[in-house]
Each structure stands twice: as C-alpha cells, then as structure tokens.
C-alpha cells in the first residue's frame, strides 16, 4: 500500500489519540467529530435516543464519536456533511442530484464509525478479561478496504472502471419526521428512509447487489413506494448482501500524484456461483424483521412458500400501488 495511505488494521490501532482517517496523531483526546452528524441528530431528536451494538448493549447515538484532526474535518468531513444534508433536507430530487461517490463517503463514514466505536469496546472488554482481541480474517479484510476507500475523502484516489458500492435511491411516502436506519456491519450495509427517500448501499460489493436485482429496480425505482415497500426492498438487499460470498480485492497502482485503484474480478478463479441460492424461509425472516412495525410474522410471510408475501408485486406479476397498503398495526 503507498505511503501516504493508511491502514489503522496493519498494528491494529484504534485509540483517541490518532486521527481515524488519516493516522496522524491528535493534539487531544477530545479532538472528535460526531458518528451521526449533529445536524441529523437534532432534526431528528436522536440526542437522548440509543442504539444497539453487535454485543447486544446499547449506546446513545450522541455518544458515538470518531477521533479526527481539526484540519481533516475542516478540509474533508464537514464540507461534505454540508452539502449532505442540503441535500437530504430538500429531500428525493435534491439526493438523486449528489454525486454518488458523496453518497457513498457520507455513509462510509459513518457506518465505519460505529465498526471502530464497536472495536474500541471489544478491544477493552477483552483486554479487561486479560485476553487479547480478535477479529476475522474476513471482517478485517472488509474493513480495511471500507477504510482505503473512504481515504477518497482526503487522497487523489480513482476507482478504474468500477464502483466499489451497490447503492439504491427510492422516492418513498415517508410519514412527516419519519427516521428509519438499519445497518449490518458483517456485509458492510446500511439503509436510511427519512424525508420522501430511501436510501440503502452496499459498501464493499464493487456493484454486485446492484446487477443482483437490476430487474427488480427497472421497474420500480421510478415509483414512490410505500414505507412497507421499500422495506421489502431493503429485506431483499439485506439478504442478497448476505449472500453475496466473496472478498473483493483490488490493486493499488500509484500514478503520478494519483492512486488507481483496480478491482479484481469477483469471479476470480472460482467456478461458484457470486451469490449463495436464495432460501425463502431464510428471505422470510429477514422480512419478518423489516416488516415488525406492520405486525406480519413469519408464518403469514411464508405461507405460501414458493411465493412469499409482497406488496411490491402480485403472484401473477403485477406491480401492486401504494395505496393497497396496509397502515402500520397498533
């Protein structure tokens, strides 16, 4: 890896005392930036509201924080969040206008600074056993090139001739101060619905998940979906991510004053499918899950099991409206 590029998982440092993205050290342990920026957090009234990490604990959004030098959020981080969240308050025309690679940052961001707040504490929880901490060789793996992508934040980076994401915009039918965020840190996938959009992206599937369901978005991603629609969609994402069983890899060539990076081909040497075979009783719990608000269980979603329940499309294949959706159970 060049010189100038970081990788904070080559010693495994993940303390408050070095800048996340770049490694440079910090005049302070203070010195820190907000995981979920401030200005989602107060348009939303997240301050005083918690969510759950992978050890089933809970934190405060509020309290996740990420150490980075002053210059990098002046430079790099909070230009960005500027321009996001012009964006995001206009709402699903304003979106589709940014930059996907922007998208993509802005979510890169903070979804790796829930993986470090998470490693932080893992790293204390063993080192208070007295055992030392240790993580996969796939889960290193994808969060070291999660971070190497973010460093096009700060660095001359390209990607020749791919995108390292998957992401999916939707115009959707929100309910007014409406937020909905999932993430799933193992396939790297994060989804908001706020506003009158839906946001989810794949971060390290080098546009898999997308040619995936090309067929299912051509025809909807012109229609303003339903909240229950678009968690359909979601369930279908989150699943496929799952499925999806390779470990991008890439070549890092530096170019002048540029760093090309060039993706390997997933099917690489293997005669294996990308994707593992879709089980519906497995997609049927997943959207169990997207769908707890509007009270279905899994025996109602599975109950035919070569067709499981949708409002999306009929059996026959037709496209079902909006306005044949059902209210969000009491």
């Keep these: ?150 460093q096009s934040l700060n660095q001359p980076i390209e990607f020749d001739g791919f995108s390292p994401y998957s992401l999916f915009l939707f115009k959707v039918d929100n309910p007014e101060n409406e937020f909905s965020y999932r993430d799933e840190i193992n396939t790297l996938t994060f989804s908001l619905r706020i506003q009158n959009f839906g946001l989810v992206i794949c971060l390290q599937d080098n546009g898999a998940n997308r040619r995936y369901h090309q067929e299912l978005i051509s025809k909807i991603e012109h229609d303003t979906l339903h909240p229950i629609q678009f968690e359909e969609v979601c369930a279908k994402i989150f699943y496929s991510a799952f499925l999806f069983n390779r470990l991008p890899e890439y070549e890092i060539m530096p170019i002048g004053e540029e760093i090309f990076i060039e993706a390997n081909a997933l099917r690489g040497t293997s005669g294996r499918p990308v994707f593992d075979d879709w089980q519906n009783k497995t997609y049927g719990q997943v959207l169990e899950n997207f769908w707890k608000r509007w009270g279905f269980i899994l025996l109602e979603i599975i109950k035919d099991p070569e067709n499981p329940m949708s409002f999306l499309f009929t059996k026959d294949g037709y496209k079902i409206g909006a306005e044949a959706c059902p209210p969000e159970r009491q």
């Design 1 to 150: 890896m060049p010189a100038n590029l970081y990788n904070p998982f080559e010693r495994f440092s993940f303390s408050n005392r070095n800048c996340f993205l770049t490694g440079q050290p910090l005049t302070s342990e203070e010195e820190k930036i907000q995981v979920f920026p401030t200005w989602l957090m107060t348009r939303y009234h997240l301050e005083d509201k918690v969510i759950k990490l992978l050890d089933e604990s809970y934190t405060g959004y509020k309290d996740l924080k990420l150490p980075c030098s002053s210059a990098v959020n002046e430079q790099y981080i909070a230009p960005l969040e500027s321009e996001i969240e012009t964006a995001f308050l206009a709402g699903y025309d304003a979106v589709k206008e940014l930059e996907p690679l922007k998208l993509f940052q802005w979510a890169g961001k903070l979804l790796y600074g829930i993986i470090f707040n998470e490693l932080q504490a893992g790293i204390r929880q063993q080192h208070a056993q007295g055992e030392s901490f240790h993580l996969s060789e796939g889960l290193k793996h994808k969060f070291s090139h999660l971070h190497l992508m973010l």
